[in-house]
């Protein structure tokens, strides 16, 4: 069974400034994936960014960025140069590489809020 | 190409009554799967499908069914609705083999049980 936990129900950041989502995970898989998805108050689900646990670069997709620390079961998402459509709630989930790619475990969520 | 399509996108049932979320996707994927969404609880399976004809539960398959009949549609029903089953749901679909999980989710239907 795997886990994922975000401590963080809510953040506010100031547009332009950078601000860091914390995610931990537990899996007893060895060859898993990583991912960070964004609801808009549109409700629509969007993948932000993708990390495969077997690579130990970091991901990186424009504004946005990962911290993987798998010894530590550690999963964060910065976000540089906040705009205000980032503006959302964030879920970061856990799904194996092998025959259940099609199970995702989510977090509970993080509400990011950005100030003008 | 639309990609995951879901029918209604808002619904309001009486307790005990029954209907079925309509669930589809046009880019012939085999992976198919259904969770709801409640406040402070993050996103939770529901039920799943590795291809037509195969079904399985996932984490909270209480009060639902599903069949998956084709590869496009996989529809959820609900059987005798009770105010716990108030949420929002959605369907995902995901290639086999490829891109480690990565899923596709429909709009979402925002479910309200009274």
């Known amino acids: 069974a795997q886990t994922v936990t975000q401590s963080q129900p809510e953040m506010s950041v100031q547009e332009a400034e950078t601000v860091t989502l914390s995610c931990t995970y537990d899996?007893?898989?060895?060859?898993?994936?990583l991912f960070w998805y964004k609801q808009p108050p549109s409700r629509q689900m969007i993948l932000v960014i993708r990390?495969?646990?077997?690579?130990?670069q970091n991901a990186t997709e424009n504004r946005f960025s990962v911290n993987f620390q798998k010894a530590a079961k550690s999963f964060s998402l910065k976000i540089s140069d906040s705009q205000l459509g980032d503006t959302a709630m964030y879920f970061c989930?856990?799904?194996?590489?092998?025959?259940?790619?099609?199970?995702?475990?989510f977090g509970k969520g993080t509400l990011l809020t950005v100030n003008p | 190409n639309a990609g995951v399509t879901q029918t209604p996108k808002f619904q309001v049932l009486k307790t005990g009554q029954s209907m079925t979320l309509q669930c589809a996707q046009d880019?012939?994927?085999?992976?198919m799967s259904w969770y709801r969404q409640d406040p402070g609880m993050g996103l939770r399976l529901i039920h799943y499908?590795?291809?037509?004809?195969?079904?399985d539960q996932g984490e909270v398959p209480n009060g639902y069914n599903v069949s998956r009949s084709t590869t496009e549609d996989f529809p959820l029903r609900l059987l005798s609705a009770a105010p716990s089953q108030t949420s929002v749901y959605f369907c995902?679909?995901?290639?086999?083999?490829?891109?480690?999980?990565?899923?596709?989710f429909g709009p979402g239907t925002r479910l309200t049980v009274t």
């Open positions: 880019m012939n994927h085999e992976y």
């Open positions: 995902a679909s995901s290639p086999s083999g490829g891109r480690g999980g990565e899923q596709y």
């Open positions: 990390q495969e646990a077997y690579k130990q």
């Open positions: 899996t007893s898989e060895n060859n898993y994936y």
């Open positions: 989930a856990c799904g194996n590489s092998g025959g259940s790619n099609y199970k995702l475990t």
């Open positions: 499908s590795v291809g037509a004809g195969i079904t």
